[in-house]
């Protein structure tokens, strides 16, 4: 990926590298195009010239306009709906294409397969998002035993017999074992990101498949170490990704900017997924993910709902929060108030200031052939 700059007043997009198939390429990217029903929505240019030849991708300038105007691409599967002979049967998928082609900040592939590839990852893993329920816990862990066992050191590990897919989903989608198991958000959504790219893998690349599950049996890859094996990080505090600029697969951090209820356990922020058609993953309860202003009030109100357990720790009054949500968003005024407090950029780690819950960057995944599994 390209390191990021100042933000371009409109989408740059993407830049694939041209290995010599460039007919090829334009032809394979109108052709997917046209299965979406979006014909047009991509203006296309080659730069350069020999081995720095490449292919330019973005949304349209006067489409750019009317789709995602300031880089809000939070209606932008609604505005594609009505898009001219749109097909309707894949709304995440074209949202999802479109979504990269408005990027700010170039995004770089090595070719028009790589590309296709990191596309579907993001689909699976919206689609991954959409399905997980989990219970919320911050200290205690569970996984299915058929698939997973602890290990004290490790974590926990695949069991030799299992299959990745198979064992994510069974930890993550209650239909498969008819139960929840304790997670937090963090690790969550390192299990949806994993399932994204595992699928991916299954179905188009099996060497790396069985590179994935080969690692899984003897590491257990959380934390920081799978942000630097699995992940890009687009933007940072000196140059922002836009505030409404979401891509489905999106892994997002609303921050708490307050600092007494952010001393709770768990409640120092939420890590969600952007699923696109501007909604946001709730693991804890499926049926009702987030829109950006109702995870701006959540956090908000986290502030009126803390109080001291009969030990003295500090902890959160679900319920409460969810009233007091209720409340605001039956008072559009007051609501909105706070909304406009919250979404703000966040203040730098350690900081409770001026800031709101809004965080300069966003994670994805990286290329597959990019993963750093070594």
Same mark, same amino acid.
């Given at each position: 990926?390209?390191?990021? =700059?100042?933000?371009?007043?409109? =989408? ?17 990217? +109108?052709? *997917?195009?046209?299965?979406?029903? /979006?014909? #047009? ?6 730069? #350069?010239t ?8 973005? /949304? ?19 505005r ?38 990191? %596309? ?11 399905k997980?329920?989990?219970? &919320? ?15 004290e ?5 695949l ?8 064992a ?9 074992? =008819?139960?929840?198991?304790? *997670?937090?958000?963090?690790? +969550? ?10 699928l991916? +893998? ?29 992940? %890009? ?15 489905p ?14 001393? %709770?356990?768990g409640?120092?922020g ?7 058609? #501007?909604? &946001?993953?709730? &693991? ?11 995870? +701006? ?58 800031? #709101? ?8 995944? /990286?290329?597959?052939g990019?993963?750093? /599994?070594h």
């Amino acid at each position: 990926m390209d390191a990021p =700059g100042d933000a371009a007043p409109q =989408g740059v997009g993407i830049r694939v590298a041209d290995s010599g198939q460039a007919a090829a390429a334009q032809a394979e990217l +109108a052709e *997917f195009e046209a299965g979406l029903g /979006l014909r #047009g929505l991509t203006e296309a240019v080659f730069t #350069g010239t020999g081995p720095q030849r490449r292919l330019d991708l973005r /949304l349209a300038p006067a489409h750019f306009a009317s789709l995602c105007h300031g880089f809000d691409t939070l209606q932008l599967q609604t505005r594609l709906a009505a898009w001219p002979g749109r097909n309707a049967g894949e709304p995440l998928l074209g949202e999802t294409w479109a979504a990269l082609l408005a990027a700010p900040r170039r995004l770089a592939f090595d070719s028009v397969a790589e590309l296709m590839a990191h %596309v579907r990852v993001r689909c699976h893993i919206a689609r991954a998002a959409q399905k997980t329920a989990l219970a &919320f816990h911050t200290s205690a862990a569970e996984r299915p035993a058929e698939h997973w066992v602890y290990d004290e050191d490790r974590g926990f590990l695949l069991r030799p017999e299992a299959d990745l897919v198979s064992a994510l989903v069974a930890a993550t989608q209650p239909e498969a074992t =008819g139960r929840l198991y304790d *997670f937090s958000c963090y690790r +969550a959504t390192e299990y949806v990101i994993l399932l994204g790219i595992a699928l991916e +893998a299954q179905h188009h690349a099996p060497g790396l498949y069985a590179q994935l599950q080969a690692v899984s049996r003897h590491t257990c890859i959380k934390s920081g170490r799978f942000h630097d094996t699995f992940l %890009v990080e687009y933007g940072a505090v000196e140059a922002p990704v836009p505030m409404r600029y979401y891509v489905p697969g999106d892994r997002v951090w609303f921050k708490n900017p307050d600092e007494a209820s952010a001393n %709770v356990e768990g409640y120092e922020g939420s890590w969600v997924i952007y699923m696109g058609g #501007g909604l &946001f993953s709730n &693991f804890w309860r499926r049926d009702d993910p987030y829109t950006l202003d109702h995870k +701006a009030l959540e956090i908000y109100h986290w502030r009126h709902a803390t109080h001291r357990d009969a030990d003295e720790r500090l902890r959160m009054d679900e319920d409460r929060v969810a009233a007091l949500v209720r409340s605001s968003r039956a008072e559009p005024d007051a609501g909105q108030g706070i909304v406009d407090r919250m979404t703000r950029y966040r203040d730098p780690a350690g900081v409770y200031a001026e800031g #709101g819950c809004i965080d300069a960057s966003r994670e994805f995944p /990286l290329p597959l052939g990019q993963l750093r /599994l070594h």
